[in-house]
């Protein structure tokens, strides 16, 4: 389970390794933050 503030999502662990939970994060964090201030993540 992701969390970023109060927004949570899912994603199914069977094939999850170390890069996919990276991209899974990254995408996460790209979709759910606003506009502003994210992009110094």
């Known amino acids: 389970m992701f969390q970023f503030g109060l927004v949570r999502d899912t994603v199914t662990s069977s094939t999850l390794g170390l890069k996919t939970l990276k991209d899974l994060a990254c995408d996460f ?12 993540l």
Request: charged share 40%; net charge positive.
């Open 29 to 40: 964090i790209n979709r759910k933050a606003d506009a502003g201030g994210s992009k110094d």
